[in-house]
């Protein structure tokens, strides 16, 4: 089969004879028809993030159609399409039993060759994939939009840690991963929770922050500010929801929101960066007992403002990856509650994503989500 493989940094080889995968027990084989270029992806073809190492076929956001089914494989059929988490998670372990498959030890993302695992991914004609990370999309969902849906679920994520759903207790209906499903069926916004209100920052506003916004917007958030170094990306922000926008480098911009905020801050802030500028904006911007989401890694360590943190009570949480977000990302991309056409830069052939690759790592173009096609 043809896949765009990795084989040293920053280098690929688009290859055409590439080994087929065949289902095993439990198994199905997926033919992808729409896979998005992840800035994870972009930060590992270069070696940096130790993440990446080659030969790796990269590749995590997709989705496509059910061609074969291994032994046992009884709540799938040939011709279903669907989309499927971006990790394998055991479905045992404690960790996933409570609903947390995104902490499972025995986890292995998609694309993902860290070392201690290589995991091919979806860069390719065809994976085989566990039933039970799949999900069913609707037909008149196409398969560019669909490939969203792990984007989406890493915002809805974070934001409902924000609203205080914990997981292994709120989750209980979406995250039984392998059931077929297009919805979790629940009254409100699928967790049966109350919106929330309140006012919130999202420093960052790329990619994963501009559907933040949105996602704090569709589970009720009354007011959100956008954060960034780039006006265009900013105006996006207000376009897609955000009530204000600010550049990063605006002087005394931390106390400004404070006032704005009512004067002590706001409700919570998400950093979607994950580095020492924008984290210490995302805790001195929010009220005395509020919450920071963590969400950016850029940098493995940076500069921390304990005593903001302590003498304001505030309340620090990391968001890893999703965990039983998908079938509220899949309802929300279709209904458009949740818009990711605005974010989609281009669709190209699989044969040209080396030279996306390249032009997304420039970042000279504004562009936000490149989809290759098989």
């Known amino acids: 089969m043809k896949a765009l493989v990795l084989t040293a940094a920053s280098e690929f080889n688009f290859d055409i004879g590439f080994p087929d995968p065949v289902p095993a027990a439990g198994e199905v084989l997926v033919q992808i028809k729409a896979c998005g270029i992840c800035g994870s992806d972009i930060h590992g073809m270069d070696g940096r993030s130790g993440r990446r190492q080659p030969p790796i076929v990269m590749g995590h956001e997709a989705a496509g159609e059910i061609i074969a089914l291994g032994e046992g494989v009884t709540d799938w059929k040939i011709g279903d399409r669907v989309t499927f988490d971006s990790t394998e998670y055991c479905g045992e372990c404690d960790e996933c039993q409570s609903g947390y498959v995104n902490l499972c030890p025995k986890r292995k993302v998609l694309g993902v060759s860290p070392g201690e695992y290589r995991r091919h991914g979806c860069f390719a004609e065809k994976i085989v994939l566990p039933e039970r990370i799949l999900y069913l999309i609707p037909q008149s969902l196409a398969f560019e939009k669909a490939a969203f849906a792990e984007p989406v679920s890493i915002a809805l994520h974070a934001v409902n840690l924000a609203d ?111 580095a020492a500028a924008p984290l210490d904006l995302a805790i001195r911007c929010v009220r005395k007992g509020g919450q920071v989401i963590l969400i950016g890694n850029l940098q493995p360590n940076t500069p921390f403002p304990l005593q903001e943190v302590v003498t304001r009570q505030l309340t620090i949480k990391g968001s ?42 420039d970042n000279k173009e504004g562009l936000l989500k490149v989809v290759l096609k098989p």
């Not at 994963?208 to 996602?215: D, F, N, P, W």
């Not at 960034?228 to 955000?242: T, V």
């Not at 801050?265 to 960066?273: K, L, M, P, R, T």
């Not at 998908?326 to 605005?342: C, F, L, T, W």
Request: hydrophobic fraction near 40%; aromatic fraction near 6%.
């Open 164 to 274: 205080g759903i914990e997981v292994g207790e709120a989750f209980t209906e979406p995250a039984e991963v392998t059931e077929k499903t297009e919805s979790c069926g629940n009254s409100c916004e699928c967790h049966g929770e109350e919106a929330p209100g309140g006012t919130a920052v999202v420093v960052g506003a790329g990619l994963i922050g501009l559907l933040v916004v949105q996602a704090l917007k569709a589970r009720g958030w009354d007011r959100v500010i956008a954060v960034d170094l780039d006006e265009k990306r900013l105006e996006l922000a207000k376009k897609l929801g955000a009530s204000d926008a600010f550049h990063a480098k605006q002087e005394g911009l931390a106390a400004h929101l404070r006032e704005i905020c009512g004067g002590d801050g706001a409700d919570a802030s998400f950093e979607v960066v994950g």
């Open 320 to 361: 890893c990856s999703c965990a039983g977000e998908y079938p509220e990302a899949i309802r929300r991309i279709e209904d458009g509650s949740i818009q990711v056409e605005p974010l989609l830069s281009a669709v190209a052939p699989l044969e040209e994503g080396a030279g996306w690759f390249h032009r997304l790592y």
